[in-house]
């Protein structure tokens, strides 16, 4: 049993250990993209014959608290009215529906081209409200915005230029926050999407691996969409989905790192978990459906085979990390139990330096975001050290979905509330979205913040330390989420 235990746990670590180096590998690619100037070829918007017509797509489903601050803010979109439709795409079956509607009738009186699109049934989720809605598209371009989702005036002016070659399929701008210091939930969420938006999508795109459209902030060429075999609603991430399938087609991605589209972060951790169990499962879902027809496409290189690998199983990796979590204590008991060992132990502590590798990444991310010095360094020493324990303390509800996702387990799209909530003095109380089930994986969490309360004190009978700041770290990201998921709910 005991080599049993130490075999599973040191192929955790390596396989994590590998992960880190293609993070490493992602931060070298970013670091050689500061240096590239820019050069592609863009529309000349001086020239009327060049401006193309537009489609702008609004995919909603009972967003009452947001509705009206979305449709206000796309109405002020800087693009010619000719040029420009708006569908907004609803779903809902609350009473935002007839809300929704005054409001659009209002916009209509000002000449904008302005869709209200209902369907029978939600048949496909919002990949299906996508596709119904691209049948009756004027649009040669698609730009895709969700609910909490706020762009700038220039917005189309700055990404559709771009489609001038018309080898690109998409144009994907970075997410910015609109209540990023609202809590330490939202902090530590725009910690974990800048690094995503920063660094990893920077360089893959630079190195020209697969990237993702991320569901929104976005625009398709409609020839892409079509030809890559349009939006399915089989995956619970059906912009990761389209993305792998036109980037089989042959379809450029092109990414905007300096276009930043803000967005509402949620603010309550039981909205949080629905959006990363669709992120984590629908990740693994693709992983099934695409990955094997891209290792076996023999013009993908072997480097973006690579990549590929570990981006459609990032999510994959909170299996392996609460694996090396639930098995951490055993093993100490297995060190101290077996002195003539001991010198294994010590190679296993080499894999600490996947710490160490995300710790750069993750602080090339935050100076380019947050600017460097002491005081930032040392902020993002905590906020490092916070996220990281908090995600471990998702890691049981992020394994399920994973799980799930792997073994082919279907499950109904459920969209993230939204609440319009961007400082301190909005409350999110009473939004008549939120959940009022406790999550079966709380009870796990609150076993395991016990389990790790109690590592640490078998730390002092063994007089072992070696694991005491992982242990400290899962014992406070575990009762985090369990706290947080029973105080969200009175």
Same mark, same amino acid.
């Given at each position: 049993?005991d080599?049993?235990?130490?075999?599973? !746990?040191?192929?955790?670590?390596?396989?994590? *250990?590998?992960?880190?180096?293609?993070? =490493?590998?992602?931060?070298?690619? &970013?670091? %050689?993209?500061?240096?590239?100037?820019?050069n592609?070829?863009?529309?000349?918007?001086?020239?009327?014959?060049?401006?193309?017509?537009?489609?702008?797509?609004?995919?909603?489903?009972?967003?009452?608290?947001?509705?009206?601050?979305?449709?206000?803010?796309?109405?002020?979109?800087?693009?010619?009215?000719?040029?420009?439709?708006?569908?907004?795409?609803?779903?809902?079956?609350?009473?935002s529906?007839?809300?929704?509607?005054?409001?659009?009738?209002?916009?209509?009186?000002?000449?904008l081209d302005?869709?209200?699109?209902?369907?029978?049934?939600?048949?496909?989720?919002?990949?299906?409200?996508?596709?119904?809605?691209l049948?009756?598209?004027?649009?040669? !371009?698609?730009?895709?915005?969700?609910?909490? *989702?706020?762009?700038?005036?220039?917005? =189309?002016?700055q990404?559709?230029? &771009?489609? %001038?070659?018309?080898?690109?399929?998409?144009?994907?701008?970075?997410?910015?926050?609109?209540?990023?210091?609202y809590s330490?939930?939202?902090?530590i969420?725009?910690?974990?999407?800048d690094?995503?938006?920063?660094?990893?999508?920077?360089?893959?795109?630079?190195?020209?691996?697969?990237?993702?459209?991320?569901g929104?902030a976005?625009?398709?060429?409609?020839?892409?969409?079509?030809?890559?075999?349009?939006?399915?609603?089989?995956?619970l991430?059906?912009?990761?989905d389209?993305?792998?399938?036109?980037?089989?087609?042959?379809?450029?991605?092109?990414?905007?790192?300096?276009?930043e589209?803000?967005?509402?972060?949620?603010v309550?951790?039981?909205?949080?978990?629905?959006?990363?169990?669709r992120?984590?499962?629908?990740?693994?879902?693709n992983?099934?459906?695409?990955?094997?027809?891209?290792?076996?496409?023999?013009?993908?290189?072997?480097?973006?085979?690579?990549?590929?690998f570990?981006?459609?199983?990032?999510?994959?990796?909170?299996?392996?990390?609460?694996?090396?979590?639930?098995?951490?204590?055993?093993?100490?008991?297995?060190?101290?139990?077996?002195?003539?060992?001991?010198?294994?132990?010590?190679?296993?502590?080499?894999?600490s330096?996947?710490?160490?590798?995300?710790?750069?990444?993750?602080?090339?991310?935050?100076?380019?975001?947050?600017?460097?010095?002491?005081?930032?360094?040392?902020?993002?020493?905590?906020?490092?050290?916070?996220?990281?324990?908090?995600?471990?303390?998702f890691?049981?509800?992020?394994?399920?979905?994973?799980?799930?996702?792997?073994?082919?387990?279907?499950?109904?799209?459920?969209?993230?509330?939204?609440?319009?909530?961007?400082n301190?003095?909005?409350?999110?109380?009473?939004?008549?979205?939120?959940?009022k089930?406790?999550?079966?994986?709380?009870?796990?969490?609150?076993?395991?913040?016990?389990?790790?309360g109690?590592?640490?004190?078998?730390?002092?009978?063994?007089?072992?330390f070696?694991l005491?700041?992982?242990?400290?770290?899962?014992f406070l990201?575990?009762?985090?989420?369990?706290?947080?998921s029973?105080?969200?709910?009175v």
């Amino acid at each position: 049993m005991d080599a049993a235990i130490i075999i599973v !746990y040191t192929l955790a670590l390596l396989v994590i *250990f590998m992960y880190s180096l293609s993070q =490493l590998n992602l931060l070298v690619s &970013y670091l %050689k993209s500061r240096k590239k100037t820019e050069n592609a070829s863009v529309f000349d918007f001086a020239n009327v014959e060049e401006i193309p017509l537009v489609t702008v797509q609004l995919p909603v489903y009972n967003e009452l608290y947001v509705m009206e601050r979305l449709l206000e803010n796309i109405a002020l979109l800087n693009y010619p009215k000719d040029k420009l439709e708006i569908q907004v795409l609803d779903d809902s079956t609350d009473e935002s529906v007839i809300s929704t509607a005054k409001i659009i009738a209002e916009l209509q009186k000002t000449g904008l081209d302005i869709q209200h699109i209902r369907r029978q049934d939600r048949k496909g989720f919002k990949a299906g409200a996508l596709k119904e809605g691209l049948v009756i598209a004027k649009g040669e !371009y698609i730009a895709i915005f969700d609910a909490d *989702f706020l762009p700038g005036p220039d917005w =189309l002016l700055q990404t559709i230029p &771009y489609f %001038k070659d018309s080898k690109i399929g998409v144009v994907q701008t970075r997410w910015g926050h609109l209540n990023r210091n609202y809590s330490m939930l939202t902090k530590i969420q725009a910690f974990a999407l800048d690094f995503h938006f920063t660094m990893e999508q920077v360089g893959r795109n630079f190195n020209n691996h697969f990237i993702n459209f991320n569901g929104t902030a976005g625009v398709w060429r409609k020839a892409c969409i079509i030809d890559a075999g349009n939006w399915q609603g089989d995956t619970l991430t059906e912009d990761l989905d389209l993305s792998y399938r036109a980037q089989l087609k042959k379809w450029k991605f092109k990414y905007l790192e300096d276009v930043e589209t803000p967005a509402e972060l949620p603010v309550v951790i039981s909205a949080a978990r629905s959006q990363q169990f669709r992120w984590n499962k629908g990740a693994a879902e693709n992983f099934q459906k695409l990955y094997w027809k891209l290792l076996n496409d023999k013009t993908v290189s072997f480097k973006t085979k690579l990549h590929s690998f570990f981006h459609l199983l990032n999510s994959s990796m909170f299996l392996l990390v609460l694996l090396v979590a639930v098995l951490s204590v055993p093993v100490m008991y297995i060190k101290n139990n077996n002195p003539d060992f001991a010198w294994y132990f010590y190679v296993l502590a080499f894999f600490s330096v996947s710490t160490v590798i995300f710790f750069c990444c993750y602080w090339y991310t935050f100076k380019k975001i947050h600017g460097g010095g002491f005081w930032n360094w040392l902020e993002y020493v905590k906020l490092f050290f916070t996220f990281f324990s908090i995600a471990m303390g998702f890691s049981v509800h992020n394994s399920m979905a994973v799980l799930e996702g792997h073994f082919g387990k279907k499950s109904e799209f459920v969209r993230t509330p939204k609440f319009n909530v961007n400082n301190l003095k909005d409350s999110w109380k009473g939004n008549k979205y939120l959940s009022k089930k406790i999550s079966g994986n709380t009870i796990l969490e609150a076993l395991l913040t016990a389990y790790f309360g109690y590592a640490l004190y078998i730390a002092f009978e063994l007089q072992d330390f070696g694991l005491f700041l992982f242990h400290i770290m899962l014992f406070l990201g575990f009762g985090f989420v369990f706290v947080k998921s029973v105080t969200s709910k009175v």
